[in-house]
């Protein structure tokens, strides 16, 4: 009996192999993967969708699956840009679509239990109806669900003052790969052995599914206020937020765009080349009143020139707007972003030298870069590339573009990825940031977890 049979006897109506959803999971919205689809060589159809409606059904799919040595890819919202989601035609699709909905929301606790799939967007407006939020906004939040956040460690647009996922995650629940169920305790710390919802955190659909998640809320906040600033260079900005993130100020957007990125997005209001600073400051009204005045004084002081507070405000109404790649792909440019994150002290240079490194390759026609993720010891940078290549291989000249980025990037001591994840279009670069006795200890909790690496093969790790 094949292992589609098998789940089929268990799990009925949950095991579809139907075009329709065997094409929905084929892939996550990763520009190689567009690419190839462009070029007649789409992800192949797996051998089957598997839908479990709770965490007893996924756990019996992790171990028909490991019994028939059959792989196992996880898949959320399908929202990923690292290539984390690739279909291959022995592959069964774990997906959380029916892992739907709020499980229970303790108000005085501050606590919010919600099944891996629930779609982000629709959890926020529910929690938002009761005065709360998870405080975790990302720009896919309409796209994405609650499980592929904690499987990428993703980070959302208020993460300065909120933090992202790994910090309001308070609890969770996966079936790890031989159907086991590990549950970590509603603690809000412990000093217990090391944190086993780490184990998750990034996991990337290795190690296991994660079928619940514990969000620690916060009250919506009675005040929000936005201003924004213009600066001579990119630097100068970056020296009002790293000022700004010393004394402890924590706006929880601070997003710094370079010259290019202001013209394209803030061109109303910010002279032309200089930076722009975007900030929206939230909280107690009593205390968003005194941020604000005190940050811009920090800003004014670093150079900064007061703008009009409608560019944030503008930023705000259309910030969940997703851009998509698809259409420059189809005239001919390959386009991606990119984010990696540095010290204070290696910032600045990273950015002039990535931005001359990728600007120097063939065909690429625009490189930019924004600061959207603050702490007081260093940001990140989201780098946007553009490359129209002369002989129309968008594969190749999007590959040149990550390989040097990444390649600078190593080369300062940077970190590779803020927050998309690994994926298939790190993997090579992950022993630079690991090193190889970290990337030895991860090959050997896969092995423990996953000895015969069914568990989104291909993914993270890089090939031993
Ligand atoms: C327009 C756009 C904007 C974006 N903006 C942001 C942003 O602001 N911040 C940010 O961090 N990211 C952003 N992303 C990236 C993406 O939305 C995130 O990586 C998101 O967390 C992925 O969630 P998902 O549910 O779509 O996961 P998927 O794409 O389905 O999966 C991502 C990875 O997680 C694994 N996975 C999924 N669900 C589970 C689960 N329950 N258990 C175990 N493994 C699982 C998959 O196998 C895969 O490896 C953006 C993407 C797009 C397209």
Redesign the pocket.
Known sequence: MSVVDRLRDALGDAVRTDDAALDAVRS??WVRSIVAELAGRAAPQPAAVVEPASTAEAAVVARLCREAGVPV?????????VG??LARPDAVMLS?AALTGIVEVHEEDLLAVVR??TNGWELEQELQARGLTTGHW???IR???V??????R????FSTAYGSVEDLVLALE?VLPDGRVLRTRRTPRAASGPDLRHLLLG???TL????EVTFSLRPLPERRLAQAFSFASFRAGLEAIRRSMAVGHRPPVVRLYDGVEADRHFGAYAPDGHAFLVLVHEGPRGVVEAEVALVADLCRAAGGRTADAAAAEGWLAHRSE??SARPFLERGVAVDTLEVAATWSVVGDLYDDLLAAVGALPGVVSVSAHSSHSYRSGTNLYLTFAAAPDDGDLAAAYDACWAESMRVTVRHGAGISH???I?RVRRPWLAAELGDTGVALLRALKRALDPDDLW?PG?LLPPS
């Open positions: 996550d919205t890819i996880p898949v959320g919202g399908g929202s990923g840009v984390g989601v959380t891996a799939g990302p720009q896919s796209l994405s669900t499980g592929g956040w904690v499987a990428t993703a980070s959302g647009q996966a996991s990337e659909g296991g599914l994660v079928t997703p851009p927050h998309h994840g994926g989104n993914v």
